[in-house]
């Protein structure tokens, strides 16, 4: 998971407008949460476009999707917060949606699910910034460290058990946002091998590209190349791939790259 930064998004002063007169009425009951979806309808291309077209929770790319507008606290259990885009993220059908894993045979997504950790939920804006809330947020820069990965694909948490909060966080947020679906699984792991590959690749021509020999200076560049590009962030998995190459940085030109991506 990578952190979005909302502060990004474009002001929009006709859609603020359009979305306070929404807001309102649902707040008076003239109109229910779900009937305002052009809302976050007109805002979808802009939240797309923070990520580079990747889901905010598992940074999965669906080109033959249309993807949607998550409700990070549910619009049918907040009401009160339907129409604020301080509430969207952008997600792929795996996070959103709930689907049955193949492997488990569990059901799983977030749908409108929204567990607390303590406490009561907040009923308006200023509860809400002191609500004990489970699932970690794309958005809060605190969070999104508290997943890691395994070499084989599969999601974690990085804290241990002794840290009850933080590794509860991550247990149940990879949970409710399908992280660990087989398709998802399958697709780091790949990946994971892929890197494996290019570092292997350039690290056999390694020393002889510091040697004048331009051939085999390009053949490494390519293989950093290649590298450098799985963990831009414009790249699907893009923090998983950092975080497996954050495996051979013992190597001086992994480390290299490391401190310039």
Not at 74 to 98: G, L, Q
Not at 144 to 165: H, M, N, S, T, W
Request: hydrophobic share 35%; aromatic share 10%.
């Amino acid at each position: 998971m990578r952190r979005i930064d909302l502060n990004k998004l474009p002001v929009d002063a006709n859609w603020n407008a359009r979305a306070t007169l929404a807001q309102q009425n649902i707040d008076n009951g003239t109109k229910a949460p779900k009937d305002a979806s052009s809302i976050w309808g007109d805002a979808k291309p802009h939240l797309k476009e923070l990520s580079n077209s990747k889901c905010w929770y598992c940074e999965s790319r669906e080109t033959r999707s249309d993807n949607a507008v998550d409700h990070f606290r549910p619009k049918s259990v907040y009401p009160w917060f339907t129409c604020d885009i301080k509430n969207f993220r952008f997600s792929c059908t795996f996070c959103n949606s709930i689907r049955n894993n193949p492997d488990s045979g569990e059901s799983a997504g977030k749908g409108d699910h929204f567990p607390l950790l303590s406490g009561v939920r907040a009923h308006d804006a200023l509860t809400r910034n002191t609500e004990d809330y489970v699932l970690i947020d794309p958005c809060v820069a605190a969070d999104v460290g508290l997943l890691d990965f395994r070499d084989d694909g599969l999601p974690c948490a990085k804290y241990p058990p002794e840290q009850k909060i933080r590794n509860r966080r991550a247990v149940d947020s990879i949970k409710y946002y399908h992280l660990d679906h087989p398709d998802l699984n399958e697709a780091r792991r790949q990946l994971s091998l892929q890197i494996s590959e290019w570092v292997e690749g350039a690290d056999a021509i390694y020393g002889d590209a510091d040697q004048l020999d331009a051939k085999q200076q390009k053949a490494f560049s390519i293989f950093v190349e290649s590298i450098g590009r799985a963990i831009d962030k414009s790249s699907p998995f893009s923090v998983f791939a950092k975080k497996m190459l954050k495996g051979y940085r013992a190597r001086p030109w992994v480390d290299d790259l490391l401190d310039c991506a």
